[in-house]
Nanobody, 124 residues
Framework: VQLQASGGGLVQAGGSLRLSCAAS????????MGWFRQVPGKEREFVAA????????LYSDSVKGRFTISRDNAKRTVYLQMNNLQPEDTAEYYC??????????????????WGQGTQVTVSS
């Protein structure tokens, strides 16, 4: 599976963005998908994940209630709708795929496929 993330940009605090991650490869619909983010000098941080079997989702506490992850298997795309963005959400955002685990996981080590990042910058 190859992943291509897009949709990042500059937005004011309180604004919204929607990230997209397009996948190529025939096994996309059997891969759990996640979003992570990273700022320079810090470890990659889990944001959200969605399970391929039933659409079950998992969110980090920092984004719960503001961000929504969803997937469209027909379009081979996973989305991250980000509302009420705050300056602390500024980071490079990465989508990732986990083809092995049944449960969705927040550990980046469990993910096999990674897209290139897309930058999200939130101004105060």
């Amino acid at each position: 599976v190859q992943l291509q993330a897009s949709g990042g940009g500059l937005v004011q605090a309180g604004g919204s963005l929607r990230l997209s991650c397009a996948a190529s490869g025939r096994t996309f619909d059997t891969v759990n998908m996640g979003w992570f983010r990273q700022v320079p000098g810090k470890e990659r941080e889990f944001v959200a994940a969605v399970r391929w079997t039933d659409g079950n989702t998992l969110y980090s506490d920092s984004v719960k209630g503001r961000f929504t992850i969803s997937r469209d298997n027909a379009k081979r795309t996973v989305y991250l709708q980000m509302n009420n963005l705050q300056p602390e959400d500024t980071a490079e955002y990465y989508c990732a795929g986990d083809r092995i685990h049944y449960r969705i996981t927040n550990n980046p080590v469990d993910y096999d496929y990674w897209g290139q990042g897309t930058q999200v910058t939130v101004s105060s």
